[in-house]
């Protein structure tokens, strides 16, 4: 059953990779239609991940458990909250380049909190399959980041100095 959730969860995030690459290189356009296949994909392949790291959870809480809970609950804060200022940034008819709040520090703070997420869930399922897949997920965000910069780089003539002053 492993194995079927695995590829679920592998599946849905090389779809959201590629969905990244093709619109680097303009295959796809950022139509809703695009997007909202992106967030259902991530969902299932979170859920899928979620599934595998916390099926066959320890009879007891350790340490190991603290600090996965720990940098989990990070991962999600950083998602969330710098989701809601770029959310917030859309709708509110501003546009350009998010540089405040969280922001302010992190060029990326929802891809951190992604990498923190899969680095916490398998030290707090304590699953030795998630832990190493984790590496592979992440290896996927760095690639989305990379290809989000590039496009950044060329829509925002600011993001260069934006970049000089912000971490990760």
Partial sequence: MYYVFFAIAFVCFVFHTTMHVLEHFEKVSGRKSIYAAIGVSMLL????????????????????????LIVLI????????????VHKR??????????????????????????LMFIGTPILGQSMLTLFL???FIVQILIWRYFEEQKLVAEFPEYSEYKKRTLF
């Fill in 45 to 68: 392949g979170w859920s899928s991940y979620f599934y595998i790291s916390f099926s066959s959870l320890p009879a007891s809480f350790s340490v190991f458990n603290l600090i996965g």
């Fill in 74 to 85: 990070a991962g999600f804060y950083l998602f969330f909250v710098s989701q809601n200022k």
């Fill in 90 to 115: 859309m709708h509110s008819g501003k546009g350009g380049l998010v540089t405040d709040g969280i922001y302010r520090r992190l060029r990326h703070p929802m891809y951190l909190g992604e990498i």
């Fill in 134 to 136: 984790s590496p592979i």
